[in-house]
């Protein structure tokens, strides 16, 4: 089923990168997947696709308890870093601008 799913899915690319070298605390692997309709040759997070260079100290993946109750670290990383939103973000109004979508100064312009 994934496999009939993946194949109607336009042709992409894989972007491979340790959430550390994005502000994470954990070195945690991610993998997004893109498409660029606009040059579908170019993978657009391809800058982020940076591998832990271990010149920084991680936390560690282990449960602690602390005041009666188990913190799992995975619910701490959840959340996408916020360097790592920072970057995205950079790419996308680089984007948006390549095809001249914006950047706008209220929703009624938005709404165009």
């Not at 997947?33 to 560690?60: I, K, M, T």
Request: charged content about 25%.
């Amino acid at each position: 089923m994934m496999q009939r799913l993946y194949n109607k899915v336009p042709k992409g690319h894989f972007t491979c990168f340790h959430s550390c070298m994005h502000g994470g605390e954990r070195d945690k692997a991610t993998k997004f997947w893109s498409y660029n309709p606009r040059e579908p040759s170019v993978n657009l997070f391809a800058p982020l696709g940076l591998e832990c260079d271990e010149q920084h100290v991680h936390q560690s993946w282990r449960p602690r308890f602390l005041d009666g109750k188990w913190i799992y670290p995975t619910k701490e990383e959840a959340a996408y870093p916020l360097l790592l939103c920072t970057r995205m973000a950079s790419i996308f109004l680089e984007e948006a601008i390549a095809r001249n979508l914006g950047p706008v100064d209220d929703l009624a312009q938005q709404l165009q």
